[in-house]
């Protein structure tokens, strides 16, 4: 079925389906002939076979069906002058071996797989192709009765500690960040191949039709062995069809069996940015169903983002993001956290209501986080609705050593051993604008402010390796 073999000595390995019986077997060439280990299986139905190779440990093993494995300590030669064929092999001196049955997929990974990164796969397999597990069989919706087989991933954490905590698979959803996860724990998902950008607005039995005015028809359902804690969730909706809104989309999450149209869970509002709508916080449970809902397709989006930046500086991280256009838009918030969840706003800014023109807004955090840390905004119109921006992350070194006094000072700010001209800087008032000042350079460069009304000022220097930002407090 698969040969990676070679000659002069006997080398590589190849997994062999004895014709007119049920076992596989997995040889390895040894140097003057071949080491064979047996495992049975049944001819005329899907199986999986995992076969492995561990230099370190200097053993194999072969697994039909993710059941106890047969092992052995072989002496192995590898194979590095001949190809690996899948499907068909070729002795040295005839006859030819070919493959008579049928493979469903072959899948080659770039590293070594852990034990839970094995489960997952096998548990995969088998929802895809009809067959039972012996052992680990941890995604139970592809049973008798359900019809979650499509599209199966997951994230757990196996017996020896190996973990896999980011899954996304070949599907439109991804889940990460499971924040319990122990020994033996998992959590796995699947939908019901359902169209995926067909929605339902049947209300009563698809939709409340208060709260939720429509939800795909496609349903994902869960298995969780164990308690793996709250997990951050994603759809790609790229290739949903529709005037939907990011800002309008909720995850429905059916717990009671008996559909979405009653909300037995609350919705969960999440964050939409690049065609990708993130839930955070979600604490699933075994057998829950779960989709997307949207709560009105024809309301506009209340803030039109272009950008949203955040630039280390010297002793602060620059928060800067420009509008197009605002419809009804009270305020924005800048939240900031160290991880995808458990933000802390540490900002509020008075948004401009209604505005065809656009605005840019400029702040700082002048207490930021060393390390890596991650920024978003939120932004509120004057009904309540909310959205997001796209998350964006930053690295802060930790605050330099630049200078300036006097600061607070009535107008003349003194920026010692640095000779800068005014090309190299940018003065802006607390609303973000750009204010007028003069500049003397000698030895020292003198900013003055004496024009401007007292308040706080940032200003933007460009040394010619590295932008910094300073505040600066005219009394």
Known sequence: MI??????????Y????????????????KGTGWDQLN??????????????????????????????????????????TTNTRVGAGQNEAGPNFYFLGRIGEVIMYSKVTN????????????????????????????????????????????????????????GVVRMWHPRDLGDGEFLMWGHNNAIYNSSTTAVGTAVDGTIIQERLNRIWAVSETGDVGNVSVSFDVSMLAGSF??????????????????????????????????FSGVNFQNGDRFTLGNTNLGSPLPVKLVSFKATPQADAILLEWKTATEINNDFFQIQRSTGPEDWTEIDKIKGAGNSNEPIQYLRYDNQPIQGVSYYR???????????????????YEGAST???????????????????????VQVFNNLGQKVQFTINTGSDTQISLVNQPSGIYLVRIFDGQQLRTVRLVKN
């Open 3 to 12: 040969s990676s073999r070679k000659a002069s000595p006997t080398g590589g």
């Open 14 to 29: 190849m997994l062999y389906s004895i014709p007119n019986s049920d076992t596989w077997t997995f040889w390895n060439g």
């Open 39 to 80: 495992a049975s299986s049944t001819a005329g139905t899907w199986a999986s076979q995992a076969f492995t190779y561990d230099a370190t440990a200097n053993s194999k093993s072969l697994s039909i069906q993710n059941g106890a494995a047969v092992t052995a300590t072989p002496t192995f030669v590898f194979n590095n």
């Open 115 to 170: 034990a839970a990164q094995v489960i997952l796969i096998n548990n995969y397999l088998a929802a895809k192709y009809n067959f039972a597990l012996t052992l680990n069989d941890v995604y139970t919706m592809d049973n008798t009765g359900t019809d979650f087989d499509h599209e199966v991933a997951g994230v757990g954490q196996a017996a020896d500690g190996s973990y896999h905590r980011d899954a996304k698979g070949t």
């Open 245 to 278: 809104l990011g800002s309008n989309l909720l995850l429905l999450i059916d717990r009671d069996g008996d559909g979405f149209a009653d909300n037995d869970v609350t919705p969960i509002v999440g964050s939409y940015s690049n065609n990708k709508v993130v």
């Open 377 to 395: 905004l939120k932004q509120t119109d004057f009904d309540g609705q909310v959205d997001y921006s796209p998350i964006v992350a930053v690295h």
């Open 402 to 424: 630049i200078q300036v006094f006097p600061n607070p000072s009535t107008g003349i700010f003194t920026i010692p051993q640095m000779r800068l001209t005014e090309e190299q």
